[in-house]
């Protein structure tokens, strides 16, 4: 009797054993295929909270900080082609300053000019970013400004970049009907490149601040992502060493129920 009463508690026992190695093998095998580790305590869950947020709001920071910077490159761009076009209609016009030429050819270097000064503000009416100016000349033909743009380059909105795409250039009514008119069309040109190589350094100024702000965010991610991953991602060597542990102990469980379910039938055909 004494070994009827014995063999279920060893039977149980080792059933239960199967239990928490199956529960152990699963929640190791779970944090292998999710990466995430299944037992994360509430304080820490609440700090991973906090650190996801904060990976999140820079992200976002970053990625205006970087929309910022293309915004101006197209700036940037079009006022190169620009420059590119103001100095052809400068070298047109030193051309047209000597007074060898007729009044055909002369007219024929104003309507190259007007190409080029059509190029110009073609140039700049297409130089947009998602809808908005990214360059607005105010010229006496065109005193209207563009509104000022800001962008958050910070999650807790302590640092915001602003860019003016605003610039003041003189009229591009550029006459070549004589030298003389020829001739008085360089101070101007000259005053435009001025002013637009200073506006470009301005746009590079506030590119250098674009990239302090995206170097700043792209820390900020790192360290808190690795903050993060201590806290919550799976340790998969110990993950591993415990997936194996719980598959040893599931098979030594496996075996000793069916060695005492077999020594059980044994001492039932004695009693017989």
């Not at 190695?21 to 295929?33: D, G, L, M, P």
């Not at 100016?133 to 010229?139: F, H, L, Q, R, S």
């Not at 005193?143 to 009229?171: E, K």
Request: glycine share 4%; no cysteine; aromatic share 6%.
């Amino acid at each position: 009797m004494s070994l009827s009463v014995v063999m279920p508690i060893g039977i149980y026992s080792a059933q239960t054993g199967m239990v928490q190695a199956q529960r152990t093998f699963e929640k190791a095998a779970e944090s292998i295929a999710s990466g995430i580790k299944q037992d994360i305590n509430p304080a820490d869950i609440y700090v991973a909270t906090g650190l996801d947020t904060s990976i999140r709001s820079s992200q976002k920071a970053l990625e205006n900080a970087q929309t910022g910077y293309n915004f101006t490159s197209v700036a940037d761009n079009a006022l190169g082609s620009v420059t590119q076009n103001l100095q052809k209609i400068r070298e047109l016009s030193i051309q047209a300053a000597n007074g060898v030429y007729s009044d055909s050819q002369r007219a024929a270097m104003q309507a190259e000019i007007d190409q080029n000064v059509e190029q110009i503000k073609q140039t700049i009416n297409q130089a947009t970013f998602n809808g908005k100016p990214t360059i607005n000349a105010v010229t006496p033909e065109n005193p209207g400004t563009a509104s000022v743009v800001d962008f958050m380059v910070n999650p807790d909105n302590s640092s915001v970049i602003t860019y003016d795409p605003n610039i003041t250039l003189d009229s591009m009514n550029f006459d070549v009907s004589s030298s003389e008119a020829a001739a008085a069309n360089l101070d101007s040109i000259d005053a435009m490149l001025n002013d637009i190589n200073a506006k470009r350094g301005e746009i590079g100024a506030v590119q250098t601040s674009f990239e302090g702000a995206i170097n700043q965010q792209m820390t900020n991610i790192m360290s808190d992502s690795s903050a993060l991953s201590s806290i919550q991602d799976t340790d998969y060597a110990q993950a591993i060493t415990d997936l194996k542990k719980a598959q040893f102990s599931m098979e030594l469980m496996a075996k000793v129920m069916k060695t005492m379910m077999e020594t059980d039938r044994y001492v039932l055909n004695l009693l017989q």
